[in-house]
């Protein structure tokens, strides 16, 4: 069983950064884990998704802003959030696929003037 919590979100300038948080109750060590966001009336969309082994990929309307990574020795995920723009405004979820998959309760991000 694992339990994922969200941190990091907030308002931002178009422009600025941010950096996300996903703290798991249990291991996530050799899982896949990804990254999703859920704008206003869209659909959830993947962002990030890193492997156990490192392998990366991108949506590609962050490739190149964003940056994905992981501690397993901490049971951590990160997305570092540069250049954003008011489009990446959302809800922004950390995943885990293990037997099943696994959602945290997501961290509101909105990129507004």
């Known amino acids: 069983q694992v339990q994922l919590v969200e941190s990091g979100g907030g308002l931002v300038q178009p422009g600025g950064s941010l950096r996300l948080s996903c703290a798991a109750s249990?291991?996530?060590?050799?899982?896949?884990a990804s990254w999703y966001r859920q704008a206003p009336g869209k659909q959830r969309e993947m962002v990030a998704g890193?492997?156990?082994?490192?392998?990366?990929k991108y949506a590609a309307s962050v490739k190149g802003r964003f940056n994905i990574s992981r501690d397993s020795s901490t049971n951590m995920l990160y997305l570092e959030m540069n250049s954003l723009r008011p489009e990446d405004t959302a809800i922004y979820y950390c995943n885990v696929a293990a037997s099943r998959e696994y959602w945290g309760q997501g961290t509101q991000v909105t990129v507004s003037p």
């Open positions: 249990g291991s996530i060590f050799g899982f896949y």
């Open positions: 890193i492997s156990a082994g490192g392998k990366i």
